[in-house]
């Protein structure tokens, strides 16, 4: 997993464009700034999904989303977003880590109905949880989802699971109708620290309400992160303290496919066998196709306890 931040944070007039994570504090004002662009890493995703459009847009947003969550994570570990919805689309789902990597899908099956048309969305639930750097769940957090867009649900839940002064907003636009590309995907995060007045927290806010993201979209795709952050600096000054590289990264493994597959059960396992092929596998996050043999299944099976349903 190579990952590591930048040694030193390099002055302003060096940044390079691309993939990336900065972060910030102000220098009176008890408050952070989180930045991300993450265009190429979400058009990335949703290609290997065949997300278009509307469904590319959501998942590119979901992406920045869960980055700018992790990297409140005071240690390593990761932050998983699920949106739950009804409609065209049952949910959307989005996992990372503090240091830049993430994965997210939306089921296949709502891909192929929806294509490139704009998807009924009715709202559900969003679940944050947060796992150490093993895998546990350390914290989870429900909120209903007041509408169907990321930045409104995930601000939502900041303010009332967390309940702290916070405002989130994560844009992607396609750069055609027909969706195959994002222009841009990023966003940024603002949060006060407990020290925050109030009157400081509003004058922040008022800032943040007024950001179109879109206006900082670069020509050729990606976004200027700096301007944007000249923006909230104008009005507050703050230093960039960290910068990460954005990269997409799924942990799946064949152990992992197989561990899932011995939980469909002794029956469907059987069944599988029966059919005396290889049998197809999916990550549903990243798309990676594990071709399982019928020794392995049959191996399942032998390590499965007898089904206790059977008579
Ligand atoms: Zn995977």
């Not at 998807?119 to 559900?124: A, D, F, R, V, Y």
């Not at 841009?184 to 943040?208: M, Y």
């Not at 493994?253 to 197989?258: C, I, K, N, Q, S």
Request: net charge negative; charged share 20%; proline share 5%.
């Amino acid at each position: 997993m190579e990952n590591t931040p930048l040694p030193a944070f390099s002055p302003p007039t060096t940044f390079s464009h691309g993939d990336r994570i900065w972060r910030a504090t102000g220098d009176k004002l008890a408050v952070r700034i989180v930045l991300v662009d993450n265009t190429e890493t979400a058009n990335r995703i949703a290609s290997a999904h065949g997300a278009q459009a509307f469904a590319r847009q959501l998942l590119g947003e979901s992406i920045s989303a869960s980055l700018l969550l992790a990297s409140g994570l005071k240690g390593p570990g990761t932050i998983q977003l699920r949106f739950s919805l009804s409609g065209d689309i049952s949910r959307v789902a989005a996992d990372a880590t503090p240091m830049g990597l993430v994965r997210a899908m939306i089921p296949q099956e709502d891909l192929s109905r929806t294509g490139n048309f704009e998807p009924m969305l009715l709202p559900q639930m969003l679940t944050v949880s947060k796992l150490d750097r093993d895998g546990q769940r350390i914290a989870e957090g429900i909120v209903e989802m007041e509408s169907a867009d990321i930045s409104q649900s995930v601000t939502h839940y900041l303010r009332q699971s967390e309940q702290g002064k916070a405002w989130l907003r994560a844009t992607s636009v396609c750069d055609t109708p027909t969706g195959e590309r994002l222009h841009f995907s990023g966003g940024f995060l603002i949060e006060g620290f407990p020290g925050l007045l109030e009157a400081g927290w509003k004058a922040i806010e008022t800032t943040a309400q007024g950001l179109d993201v879109a206006a900082y979209a670069l020509p050729g795709g990606g976004l200027d992160l700096h301007a944007l952050f000249n923006q909230f600096a104008a009005h507050f000054p703050a230093q960039i303290h960290q910068e990460f590289k954005v990269e997409s990264y799924c942990p799946c493994t064949e152990d992992g496919v197989l561990r899932a597959m011995a939980g469909l059960g002794r029956d469907e396992l059987l069944s599988i066998l029966m059919e005396g092929q290889d049998t197809e596998v999916f990550c549903e996050f990243c798309r990676r196709r594990y071709a399982i043999l019928p020794e392995q299944i049959g191996a399942l099976l032998d390590g499965l306890e007898p089904d206790e349903e059977l008579p």
